[in-house]
């Protein structure tokens, strides 16, 4: 399972707790929720700190693997590629 969906479920469950401890508190339900929003929010800061640092390394990998097969197309759409790099089918 990916880091980020772990993440995800993770936020989503502490929100879910939340709300649960606060429903039998006599007040709005709006109320309830943006409390369960900021409580849940502030407790994953604290709770989730490896689940997101392991997600922003995974974001972080990914954008880098994005930005070197761009700049490998742009040297390729140049003409900067080196031979052995070459599409082995064309004559040339």
């Given at each position: ?6 993440y ?11 709300v ?13 929720l ?19 640092d392991?997600?922003?390394?995974e974001?972080?990998a990914?954008?880098e693997?994005?930005?070197a ?11 900067d ?9 064309r004559?040339?």
């Amino acid at each position: 399972m990916s880091a980020a969906v772990k993440y995800t479920l993770g936020r989503i469950g502490l929100f879910v707790v939340v709300v649960l401890a606060l429903w039998p508190v006599d007040m709005d339900i709006f109320l309830k929720l943006i409390l369960a929003l900021a409580f849940s929010a502030a407790a994953s800061f604290f709770l989730l700190r490896g689940w997101r640092d392991e997600m922003a390394e995974e974001m972080a990998a990914a954008a880098e693997r994005r930005r070197a097969e761009k700049e490998r197309l742009r040297s390729a759409l140049a003409g900067d590629d080196e031979p052995d790099q070459a599409d082995p089918h064309r004559e040339g």
